[in-house]
C-alpha cells in the first residue's frame, strides 16, 4: 500500500515540473512564432507541442524556422560553388557577427548530399555558409574559411592529421 502511495506521490509530482518548464524552443511557421517544449516531424505535418502542453500540427512546408535542445535551424536556400540555388534546406545558425550571419550545413545528414550528387557518403560533411546584405556564399578556400570563422570566434578542428 505504501509503495503504491509512493509511486502515485512521484508520478504527480514528476508530471508538474514538466508542466512548468517552459522551454527555449521556438518553431515559426507562416509567420506565426509557437514556443515549444517539443516538436515531431511527419512525412507532411510538424506537431508542436506548446509550452501549455497544446499540441498544433503545421504543414512541414511552411515551417521556416526552429529551435530545438538549444540549435536553431533557418530555412535558406542551398547555394553551390558557383552561386546558384540549387535547393532550400534547414541550415544550423552558428553565430552572428556586425552585418553577417554564420551558418552550418550537413551535405549528407540525410544520405545525399545534393552539391556533389553523390549518395550514401561515408563521413559527413559540413558546409559553411556566411549571409552578409542578403547574399548566401558558400565557404570553399579553406584560407578564407578559416579567417572567417576564426572572426567569429568558431574553432574548427581538422580531423585529417
Do not use: W
Not at 57 to 65: E, G, H, I, K, Y
Not at 122 to 145: A, C, H, M, P, W
Amino acid at each position: 500500500m505504501k509503495t503504491s502511495l509512493l509511486i502515485i506521490t512521484l508520478v504527480i509530482l514528476s508530471t508538474g515540473v514538466t508542466a512548468e518548464s517552459t522551454g527555449d524552443g521556438f518553431v515559426v511557421a507562416d509567420g506565426v512564432t509557437y514556443f515549444c517544449q517539443s516538436l515531431r516531424t511527419g512525412l507532411s505535418n510538424t506537431k508542436i507541442v506548446t509550452t501549455d502542453g497544446d499540441i498544433v500540427r503545421v504543414p512541414n512546408n511552411s515551417v521556416q524556422a526552429y529551435r530545438i535542445k538549444g540549435h536553431q535551424f533557418e530555412l535558406l536556400p542551398l547555394v553551390d560553388m558557383g552561386g546558384d540555388t540549387v535547393d532550400y534546406a534547414f541550415m544550423e545558425f552558428l553565430a552572428m557577427s556586425d552585418d553577417s550571419r554564420l551558418y552550418r550545413y550537413c551535405s549528407n545528414c540525410r544520405k545525399y548530399d545534393p552539391l556533389n550528387g553523390e549518395i550514401a557518403p561515408l563521413n559527413s560533411v559540413f558546409r559553411y555558409y556566411i549571409l552578409r546584405n542578403g547574399q548566401l556564399k558558400l565557404l570553399t578556400d579553406e584560407n578564407e574559411t578559416g579567417k572567417i570563422l576564426s572572426s567569429f570566434n568558431v574553432k574548427v578542428y581538422d580531423d585529417r592529421r
